[in-house]
Structure formats: structure tokens, C-alpha cells
């Protein structure tokens, strides 16, 4: 899976996942900067649109880094919160794919 999968799937977000998206690839160690450099405008572009974050958005955002916060989380997510969510988990796994067998393969 490369990084051009992901640009893709932006499209197939709605303005308020790719905001929270946003949110959480902005500050997030696991995945290469410049993946978020080039993943950054397409997501501020999606998310023009979007409302202000409410409680359950940023409840999704920190649930992301902690498994035991975030089987209870997933109780309560939207569509919007999901699709944010798996995005950024399969763009992590597809950062550490490619750490694991070299930036060249990226």
C-alpha cells in the first residue's frame, strides 16, 4: 500500500473526517513527515467545509493512542469518526511496511 492509496481515499472522506484526520496526522510521531507535508493540503482542502470539532470528534482523536480508551470510543463513533480513524491507523501501518523494508520501497 503506498502513500498515492491514501491521497485517493481523502476524496472518499467527508469534510468533517478529514478534518479529524487532519487533527490527528498533524500530530502524529508514527508517520513520516514528509508524508505529512505531502498529505496536508488535500486534507485542509476536504475540510473547508467542515463544522467545529464537538466532543465525541475530539474523544475519537484521543482514543486513537489508547487501545483500552478506544474500545470504548468505538462504541459511540459516527461514519465521519470511523473513516477518520481507519485512515490514519492503515496510513501508520503502511509507514511501518515501508520502515521495515526501506524508504525505497515507499
Same mark, same amino acid.
Given at each position: 500500500? *503506498?502513500?498515492?492509496?491514501?491521497?485517493?481515499?481523502?476524496?472518499?472522506? !467527508?469534510?468533517?473526517?478529514?478534518?479529524?484526520?487532519?487533527?490527528?496526522?498533524?500530530?502524529?510521531?508514527?508517520?513520516? !513527515?514528509?508524508?505529512?507535508?505531502?498529505?496536508?493540503?488535500?486534507?485542509?482542502?476536504?475540510?473547508? *467545509? +467542515?463544522? #467545529?470539532?464537538? +466532543?465525541?470528534?475530539? $474523544? !475519537? $482523536?484521543?482514543?486513537?493512542?489508547?487501545? !483500552? $480508551?478506544?474500545?470504548?470510543?468505538?462504541?459511540?463513533?459516527?461514519?465521519?469518526?470511523?473513516?477518520?480513524?481507519?485512515?490514519?491507523?492503515?496510513?501508520?501501518?503502511? +509507514?511501518?511496511?515501508?520502515?521495515?523494508? #526501506?524508504?525505497? +520501497?515507499?
Amino acid at each position: 500500500m *503506498d502513500l498515492d492509496f491514501h491521497v485517493h481515499k481523502i476524496d472518499a472522506l !467527508t469534510p468533517k473526517a478529514a478534518k479529524i484526520a487532519l487533527r490527528m496526522l498533524d500530530g502524529d510521531p508514527r508517520i513520516p !513527515t514528509e508524508w505529512i507535508m505531502a498529505l496536508r493540503p488535500a486534507l485542509v482542502g476536504r475540510s473547508v *467545509d +467542515s463544522e #467545529g470539532f464537538r +466532543s465525541t470528534d475530539w $474523544m !475519537t $482523536m484521543a482514543a486513537i493512542e489508547r487501545p !483500552t $480508551m478506544r474500545r470504548f470510543a468505538e462504541r459511540f463513533e459516527n461514519k465521519e469518526q470511523r473513516h477518520a480513524r481507519l485512515w490514519v491507523l492503515s496510513l501508520r501501518k503502511a +509507514s511501518q511496511q515501508v520502515h521495515r523494508r #526501506g524508504p525505497e +520501497s515507499a
